[in-house]
């Protein structure tokens, strides 16, 4: 865990047992969530430290409290590492999550009832890009886009059309569940030709970004949001990225607007993922999220499944289970599955007649079994125990087989020396 862990285990065995049983299930599952990653030794180690014990609203230099030279040292290397790597304009490293990033984009740059044009969170857009569940959906005027019926993918006819009828004052472009790139160049020209703001959440694929292996929204971008612990692998935080015209107006609506002090163990953290993404061999990492999850999604193919979109340009792919099993929902297959040491999330398909909480659909993801060393061969082995685990899946002695096979195959490849 960290240097603390034996003081910890004498002050709190219980904490340690309940974490150390993760580490276990992390090791011997496959963590196939898209979201989701093992974070550095040297990540956590950065969010475990005395920076912790610090009060320091404001920002560098213009702190509310006294005794934050080293908050100040860490906060400004975060965001100067931040604006290195994405080649940001401003970077606010202080959001305590996605959500927080996007809620104070919205109240710097909208009043209440203004329009936003977001993706449907059932077409694979985030509860902030204004489902009605959410605040975004509560206090704006949201028109919500989806992909087409028959590629499945956005069209961008279609956007410019949504666009100029409803006339909204911020785009948002981003998504959970899409696997395909988002041309941003042709989401600015829409943005411009009805001046609206235009605001990419790429929490999903920052990783992929930073590594060169997706298109980069920053330069289209008026302001664009991230999470830092999904393809970045940092710590779980959040940060935002806007041209300089608008860095005072995001600023406030961070602090003071939303948030209170600023989490600097966390932004420290955040730190250390910047300079790990920095370095070459974070681009071969992200390389290889992009080849596993085309050599997953052409076995899953393969073994009769078929993908949204016929499959993935990037980090996750949504496999649609009706193609193959009419009546299994998204959530049953996850159970099976979990039930074999694979960890999936059901997930909406596009024009999904199931609810929600029940789906038609699983999101599949790489960025975790590539951390820990997997490649293209070893993905026909993770297709194959997924598919044999969805064909058995009333069958509880092979799904406890392909449980032990799943075990053996992590084994090959330990975590541990992975988180030091
Ligand atoms: N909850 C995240 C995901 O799983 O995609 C989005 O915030």
Redesign the pocket.
């Known amino acids: 865990m960290n240097t603390l862990e034996s003081k910890l285990g004498e002050v709190d065995p219980q904490i340690v047992e309940i974490a150390s049983k993760d580490l276990t299930r992390q090791q011997n599952s496959l963590m196939l969530?898209?979201?989701?990653n093992y974070a550095s030794r040297a990540v956590m180690e950065a969010q475990s430290s005395v920076l912790a014990n610090k009060y320091a609203e404001g920002y560098p230099g213009e702190r509310y409290y006294n005794g934050c030279k080293f908050m100040d040292e860490t906060e400004s290397l975060a965001i100067a590492r931040a604006k290195a790597l994405f080649g940001a304009e401003h970077v606010n490293v202080q959001p305590h999550?996605?959500?927080q990033a996007n809620m104070a984009v919205y109240h710097a740059l909208l009043e209440p009832g203004d329009t936003i044009l977001g993706m449907s969170l059932s077409h694979g857009g985030?509860?902030?890009h204004g489902d009605n569940v959410n605040f975004s959906g509560c206090y704006y005027n949201v028109v919500g886009y989806g992909v087409d019926a028959k590629t499945e993918r956005i069209d961008m006819e279609e956007i410019e059309r949504l666009a100029v009828e409803h006339r909204p004052k911020l785009i948002v472009v981003g998504a959970?569940?899409y696997p395909r790139h988002f041309d941003f160049s042709e989401w600015r020209q829409v943005a411009d030709s009805v001046g609206a703001y235009l605001l990419t959440d790429i929490?999903?694929i920052a990783g992929l970004i930073a590594g060169g292996v997706h298109p980069d929204p920053v330069p289209y971008s008026d302001v664009v949001t991230t999470?830092t612990h999904?393809t970045l692998r940092g710590p779980r935080g959040a940060m935002i990225m806007c041209k300089s015209e608008y860095a005072d107006k995001i600023d406030r609506a961070v602090f003071p607007g939303l948030q209170g002090g600023p989490f600097l163990h966390t932004i420290a953290a955040r730190a250390v993922a910047f300079k790990e993404a920095s370095e070459p061999a974070f681009k071969i990492y992200q390389a290889q999220i992009v080849k596993n999850a085309k050599a997953l999604a052409a076995r899953l193919i393969e073994n009769g499944f078929r993908l949204v979109s016929g499959g993935t340009d990037n980090h996750l792919m949504l496999m649609d289970l009706t193609s193959k099993y009419e009546k299994l929902s998204g959530r049953q297959a996850a159970d099976h599955l979990e039930d074999a040491g694979i960890i999936v999330?059901k997930n909406t398909i596009p024009f999904d007649k199931r609810k929600p909480r029940t789906t038609s659909g699983i999101?599949i993801g790489t960025p975790m079994i590539t951390t820990r060393g997997m490649k293209e061969d070893e993905m026909i082995q993770v297709a194959d125990f997924i598919a044999e685990t969805l064909e058995n899946r009333q069958k509880a002695s092979i799904k406890r087989r392909i449980r032990e096979k799943v075990n053996e195959f992590c084994a090959q490849f330990p975590i541990y020396e992975y988180l030091g």
Not at 33 to 36: F, M, N, Y
């Open positions: 969530i898209p979201s989701e999550a996605g959500s985030h509860l902030t959970t569940a929490a999903h999470t999904k999330n999101r």
